[in-house]
């Protein structure tokens, strides 16, 4: 009988999971501001650029060769993760942004092991930032890709009264009729921001921000940013306070306000 190939290390997989994010930001990058960037939209009115979509191409084309029996997720081609392995790629979180040539986006590349994300890489070249996290390893942050790494912890914040906020969009919560409550939440706040996307989330893990907050997202909006947050101190959970990245939204937190701002989201 053939002997199966040995399952790749948490080590290995993140150097992949770089890899991947190196290679996407050799896409996005010089389409950035491109005076021929072309924009379309999706059935649900989200702008596609042709960025995204060769930026989700060449990723895939990738773990084809790098882990052919990986499942794949993307927000471009589809797919679905099971309960074996899975990757979860946004090529291009913040599309809005990119488009209108704000720096403010990135790509989101996550592995999955029986539905739980182990490893998860934010790379925002616009910014010149990187973030990355895997389970067992810590998470982390450099300037540039390839710059010097240096490792992130969330804030000890335990007071509403003392944090800072962030959200994506204040409309979505009119949208989903729960303005209310994220209006109570921000008033005990210190400060609300609206930072956004991936962005807000990676501020909580290195301590910028206390709190983050989704009212609508997708897989790939968070799978990525979960094991980074979680390694650096912090909790992710949809709105209702089950953990995961598929629950429709998302809260991030430094751990220490997480059931604070539960208790008046929900």
């Known amino acids: 009988m053939k002997t199966p190939p040995p399952e790749p290390d948490t080590r290995a997989d993140l150097s992949l999971a770089l890899a991947l994010a190196d290679l996407a930001d050799a896409i996005t990058l010089p389409r950035f ?24 191409e060449a990723l895939r084309a990738a773990l084809a060769g790098e882990r052919p029996t990986d499942a794949i997720l993307g927000e471009e081609g589809g797919g679905a993760v099971g309960a074996g392995r899975g990757w979860v790629i946004d090529p291009i979180d913040g599309t809005k942004n990119f488009s209108r040539g704000m720096p403010v986006w990135g790509t989101l590349i996550a592995l999955c092991v029986a539905g739980r994300p ?29 710059g010097e790494a240096r490792r992130i912890t969330v804030t000890g914040v335990a007071a509403l009264e003392d944090a800072y906020v962030s959200t994506t969009n204040q409309e979505t919560f009119r949208e989903t009729g729960t303005l209310d409550r994220w ?17 807000q989330h990676c501020l909580v893990a290195e301590g910028v921000l206390d709190l983050a907050v989704e009212p609508a997202a ?10 980074i947050l979680e390694e650096a101190g912090g909790r992710l959970t949809d709105l209702r306070g089950t953990v995961g990245f598929a629950g429709g939204d998302g809260l991030a937190s430094n751990g220490l306000l997480h059931d604070q701002a539960l208790a008046l989201l929900g």
């Not at 501001?33 to 072309?38: E, F, G, N, Q, S």
């Not at 209006?183 to 962005?199: I, N, P």
């Not at 997708?218 to 094991?227: E, G, K, M, T, Y």
Request: glycine share 8%.
């Open 33 to 56: 501001r491109a005076t021929d960037l072309k924009v379309t939209r999706k059935p649900d009115r989200t702008p596609v650029t042709d960025a995204d979509t060769a930026a989700e």
């Open 118 to 146: 182990t490893v998860g890489v934010v790379s925002a070249p616009a910014l010149g930032r990187r973030w990355w996290g895997a389970a067992g390893h810590g998470a982390w942050t450099s300037d540039r890709p390839g």
């Open 183 to 199: 209006l109570a939440l921000s008033q005990a706040c210190w400060e609300t921001r609206a930072f956004g996307d991936f962005w």
């Open 218 to 227: 997708n897989p790939w909006d968070l799978a990525a940013v979960q094991p």
